[in-house]
């Protein structure tokens, strides 16, 4: 299995996200997995412009490293999405890079893929930004397995518990364990159903104007 894992800490590899990533990537790597991970820094994503080019041509314009990750993320089998707890929500490096997939959304485009999510804090509320990454790796196409946070503040010297740790490999050989059993989730699999018909019925009724998503969507769902 082949895992991109993206960071959205401006601390990069010093970062607890990417600390807490690594128990992840530790795990994976464990049932035989290869990780790559991109660290979303400075401005190799941009903001999107919502200049709707991407559902006309299917690519964007902007001249960043948007285009090289999303190419990284259709060749492998999972992706790992990793963010500090920015008021409540991910960081503005992550929420870029999650703008500019819009197009992506749009076509699911990333189906047939596994996925995760990471959070880290200072003081807590950090599931509702997990369920929040893991809502949109679902509208990508992408099933998530689950996620896992860490709440710095509760730790001694930034040092994470055993528990933690243990919590976070698991994660890690689960996300290859349902990439190799094919698993799938009666709820993740409403969700996507739900969305697929909601793209389906927006994509059909601007295929005038959105060109690449209709074709895509003719030809990758059967679209009449």
């Known amino acids: 299995m082949k895992i991109i894992s993206i960071v959205g800490s401006p601390r990069g590899k010093k ?12 795990g994976a790597e464990n049932m035989g997995a290869e990780n790559e991970t991109i660290f979303l820094l400075g401005d190799l994503v941009l903001p999107c412009r919502g200049c709707d080019k991407c559902h006309v041509k ?16 259709l060749k492998a089998d999972g992706l ?8 409540f929500n991910v960081s503005a ?9 819009c197009g992506v959304l749009h076509c699911m485009e990333f189906y047939g893929k596994y996925g995760a999510s990471i959070v880290t804090s200072g003081g807590g509320n950090e599931k509702p930004i997990a369920d929040y990454m893991n809502y949109f790796l679902i509208t990508t196409g992408i099933r998530p397995v689950g996620s ?3 709440t710095m503040g509760h730790l001694e010297d930034d040092v994470f518990t055993k528990d933690i740790c243990h919590k976070a490999f ?48 003719k030809k990758h769902w059967r679209m009449p």
């Open 80 to 87: 790992i999405l990793a963010s500090p707890n920015y008021i």
């Open 148 to 150: 896992i946070w860490a």
């Open 170 to 217: 698991g994660l890690g050989e689960k996300l290859v364990k349902a990439w190799k059993q094919k698993k799938q989730n009666k709820n993740v699999e409403k969700k996507m159903e739900q969305f697929r018909q909601r793209m389906q019925f927006l994509v059909k009724y601007r295929k005038d104007d959105w060109l690449y998503e209709y074709n895509y969507w």
């Open 58 to 73: 299917g690519y964007c314009f902007q001249k960043d490293k948007y285009e090289e990750i999303k190419l990284k993320i």
């Open 93 to 101: 490096q992550l929420k870029s890079f999650m703008d500019r997939c």
């Open 15 to 26: 970062g607890n996200t990417a600390r807490l990533l690594n128990e992840v990537i530790k």
